[in-house]
C-alpha cells in the first residue's frame, strides 16, 4: 500500500506545494491550470516537462479529481486509444501493484500518481484557492490577463486552462456555454434531449404508485418525482444527469465502516424505493466493481440507486454556497440510501444482508469520514466553440480533421428525471447508452474558444460537445488525453506569440504523436 498525501501543503522534491495564503501575489507564469483534475494534472505536467513556467491552482484539497475520488474502475471502450501521459497513469497505478499497468486501483493510490507526477515536473500546486466568481477573470483586448481567487492573490499568465468539471474559469471569461440537453433539430441528432422511448437501462420494471398517499394524487408526489416532466420527446431543456458519489467500499470485516445514518435523514425520501421492493423487482441496487486488496468502486444501477435524480440542476451556474448544499444534499440522500437498504424489514432480506455484508473502506478518505471528497459530476457547463463534438461524431458519420485525441466510449447518459407516466405509474427518463461505434477523434478546436471570445483560454474539461456526445467523451483518460494535449498547445502558443486558435496544427500534431498521443483510430 502506498503512503498517504497529506491534503494541503507537501515538499515535493523542493518545489512546495501551497495552501491558501502561500502564493505571492500577481506572480506571472506562462501557463495557468485552473482546477486539479487529472486533466489538470496532464496539462500542467505537459508544460513543465517542455520546459514552460506553470501553476496549477486546485480550489479544493485533492488532485487527481474523479480519479482520485473513488472512480477505480476506468471506463474506456477501447484501451489503444489512449497514449501519452495517460497511458503513463495506467503505467504507474500498475507499478503500485506490481503489474505493467492497472485501468482499476483504488482511490489513494491514484491520488499518490497525480502527486509524484507533479513532483517529478516541479509544478507548483496551490490549493484552496477558488476563482472569484464575481470579479476573478480579468481580460484586455480579447485575452485573460490574470485571474484572481476570492482571497484577493492573482494568478498572471499568458495562456489560460480550465480544467475544472464546472468550466468557472471559462464561464467567467466570456466564452458561451450550454447546460442541460440541445434539441435534438439543434445538431441534428437523435438522441438528445427528451428520451423517453430509449430511457430502457436503470428503469422501473414494475408498476410503482408515485404519491404520498397510494393512489391518490391530492396527497402530493413522493420526493424526488418532477411533476412537469417529461418534456416533449426530443426536445432540449436545462436538466443535468444525475451525479453520485463514486464509494470505495469492503467487505473485509476489520477494515469495514457500518453505513452512517445522516442526522436529517427523511424515511419519506426512501419510499419510493421501498415501494419498488414491494412491487417485486428485488435487484441488488449497485454496481460493485472489484478493485484491488478487496475493495470496490461502486455506482448506481437499476431504478433507484446512487444517483440522486433531479436534484443536481442548479449545480453547474451555482454560486459555491449553492454547490455545497447539493453536494451536501447528495451525500445524505446516499448515506441514507444505504443505511436503509442495510436496515429495513421492508427491504427482501437477501438485499440487505448484502449491505449488510459491505461497508466503506476505513483505510481510504481517511480524512473525510471514509466519503469520497469529491462528488461525481458527470456533466455541467459545455462549452459551444467552433467545432461542436455531435453525435455525428460519435457514429463516424463527421470526423475531425485536427485531433487531438480520440474517444472512445459508449454515448452514455445517466437519467435526468422522474417522472408520472399516463397510467400513473413513476418512471426514469433520460438514461442513454448508444454503442457500437470504434474511437473517433476529437477535434482541436473543440477545446477553444472562439477567437472573438477569448485568444488564451483552453478548456478540455468543459470541452464543446452535445449533451449526448459528450455522454461518450466525458471519461476521465480522455481528460487526460486532452489535458496534455492542451498544455502543449498551450507552450506553442506563448513561444510563437500567438492565440491559441492561430497554433499551427501540424506542429502540433507532431509533438503530440512524439509525446506518444493516439490521434488517428484505423488498420
Known sequence: MMARVAPLTLLLGGTLLLSAGCQQAGQRYDVVVYGGTAGGVAAAVQVARMGRSVVLIEPGRYLGGMSAGGLGATDIGNKAAIGGLAREFYRRTGKAYGQAEAWTFEPHVAEQVFCDLVREA?????????????????????????????????????????ATYEGDLMAKAGVRYHVGREDCATYGETLDGVQTQNAVHHQFEKPVDPYVVAGDPNSGLLPGIDPNGPGREGGGDGRVQAYNFRMCTTDVAENRQPWPKPADYDPLRYELLLRNFEAGDERIPWDRVAMPNRKTDTNNNHAISTDFIGMNYGYPDGDYATRERIVRAHESYQKGLLWTLATSPRVPEAVRREFQTWGLARDEFVDNDNWPHQIYVREARRMVGAYVMTQHNCQGEAVADDPVGLAAYTMDSHNVQRYVDAERHVRNEGDVQVGGFPPYPISYRAIVPRREECGNLLVPVCLSASHIAYGSIRMEPVFMVLGQSAGTAAVQAVEGGADVQDVAYDKLAERLRAEGQVLEWGP
Request: zero cysteines; aromatic letters at 8%.
Open 122 to 162: 516541479n509544478v507548483p500546486v496551490v490549493f484552496g484557492e477558488r476563482l472569484d466568481l464575481a470579479r476573478g477573470v480579468h481580460k484586455r483586448g480579447g485575452r485573460i490577463v490574470e485571474i484572481v481567487a476570492e482571497s484577493g492573490r492573482a494568478f498572471r499568465g499568458g495562456v489560460f486552462i480550465d
